[in-house]
């Protein structure tokens, strides 16, 4: 690979469902501090890459032989001990979490094609309720998840994340679109340079815990250093992987850090203080009710393949670890041939392993309840991209340099860097503070039985 299909899939790792939540979150911030927030979240994203793209190779970043093939990896190589069970269990948080969210915005996606055919398509009066349940389109996706994911071998399933990522293309692409119509029409909404309006039903309290979530929806949209090891694994040793992925993260960056002020800062525009969390869902978009839907079927199928994505790398770890443990299972390392179709020349032959089956299921079974039970698409990916963002983009990239450049502690160079790390991670801390107090505040209000 070169600093091109590095850049490539940078893009589509990073741009996903959270550009769906990025005008509500301009929405709370205003136009100040929205587009200055998202502009310091890519700088201290690509600062970070930059670092992370060093830990590849071991010791040296450019000769040295020992390579990291993942991000546990280099973190083992250069910090070791505890250190890695913490890389390993914020890794696995913000995987889990990942696979929950999607299977959130994938049912209210479907909850909105089903609501707007049956509410909208004869003509919307604003008094009509068209409450649609995502309940039973959350169990259709974990249905369709059971199947792909007793596939074994992921690369067999490459089909699905071209798919995905042109899907993720088109419904951010129609979502901008819309807005820009929306805003050249003059139906644009009442904006502010500050924050929301404090008012009768939004109190100053209300208010502050709503820019605490949207600086946690910013930080999940930049949520891509888990794969970035993975990423630069791709790429060719001449010129040296580090200096090629240094200019990938560059390029994918600013490319997607561009296309989320046009799609923040639009979306914004063109609904002012009334921003929906989901742009493409809810009291969003309504005309052209086709093409409305077509983004919204785009939604759900990109995160079919999205959930793949995020899943696979947990099913890797896990099973690999057990069949160290016990290589003497049958239940957990035989492999029992199944024949697929009558005939000799079409049958196919699929390898069923009963750990695998029960395993896979029980994952998509508890991601599926989890996110029936927390069905609140900007809350619950705020709480992700908070938890996630500190350890993941800031903390351990900054730890890996300081141990590998050998820098001596309370030097100016280790104290700006802690302060980087300290003032993330109170970052992180109150984006996670302000989803829970959402999360809390939605639950009491949902009814899950509703319909």
């Not at 995987?95 to 909208?120: D, H, K, Q, R």
């Not at 059971?146 to 490459?158: A, E, R």
């Not at 109190?203 to 794969?227: C, K, M, N, P, Q």
Request: glycine letters at 8%.
């Amino acid at each position: 690979g070169t600093w091109v299909t590095g850049s490539a899939h940078i893009i589509t790792a990073v741009i996903g469902s959270g550009v769906l939540s990025l005008a509500w979150a301009i929405g709370q911030l205003g136009w100040i501090a929205g587009p200055a927030v998202l502009v310091a979240f890519s700088l201290v994203t690509l600062f970070t890459s930059s670092l992370l793209a060093d830990a590849y190779r071991h010791p040296d970043p450019v000769t040295g032989p020992a390579r990291n093939y993942t991000y546990m990896d280099a973190v083992r190589a250069q910090l070791g001990g505890r250190k890695v069970h913490l890389c390993g269990l914020a890794q696995c948080i913000n995987l889990v979490g990942v696979n929950v969210g999607y299977t959130v915005t994938a049912a209210i996606s479907m909850a909105a094609v089903e609501s707007s055919w049956s509410c909208f398509h004869d003509g919307f009066r604003e008094e009509d309720k068209c409450d649609v349940s995502s309940t039973r389109y959350m169990i259709i996706y974990g249905c369709v998840q059971l199947v792909l994911c007793q596939v074994p071998n992921f690369q067999k399933l490459s089909w699905i994340s071209i798919l995905a990522a042109v899907m993720s293309a088109t419904y951010s692409v129609i979502g901008l679109g819309l807005s820009v119509a929306k805003v050249a029409g003059k139906e644009g909404g009442g904006t502010k340079a500050a924050t929301t309006t404090v008012g009768l039903h939004v109190s100053e309290g209300h208010e502050l815990w709503r820019v605490f979530r949207a600086i946690g929806d910013i930080a999940f949209a930049y949520s891509y250093s888990t794969v970035l090891i993975e990423i630069q694994d791709t790429l060719r040793s001449s010129p040296p992987e580090n200096r090629t992925m240094k200019r990938a993260s560059f390029v994918g960056i600013t490319v997607t850090t561009l296309f989320y002020l046009l799609c923040g800062c639009v979306g914004y525009a063109a609904f002012g203080k009334a921003a929906p969390g989901n742009l493409l869902s809810g009291t969003g978009f309504r005309q052209p009710l086709w093409l409305v839907n077509i983004a919204n079927i785009c939604v759900a199928v990109h995160l079919v393949g999205a959930y793949q994505v995020f899943c696979q790398p947990i099913f890797s770890f896990v099973e690999s670890r057990c069949r160290q443990r016990w290589p003497e299972s049958k239940f957990v390392t035989m492999e029992h041939p199944v024949t697929v179709g009558g005939g000799t020349t079409t049958a196919t032959v699929c390898h069923v392993n009963w750990f695998r089956l029960v395993w896979r299921s029980a994952y998509v079974v508890v991601t599926t309840a989890l996110a029936m039970t927390f069905p609140f698409f900007n809350d619950f990916l705020s709480l992700v991209g908070a938890a996630s963002f500190w350890p993941l983009t800031v903390y351990f990239p900054v730890a890996m340099y300081i141990s590998r450049a050998k820098i001596p502690k309370f030097s100016f160079t280790w104290a700006w860097l802690q302060c980087l790390s300290w003032a993330c991670l109170v970052v992180s801390l109150v984006a996670a503070a302000g989803s829970v107090e959402g999360l809390i505040q939605s639950m009491k209000k949902y009814h899950p039985f509703k319909s």
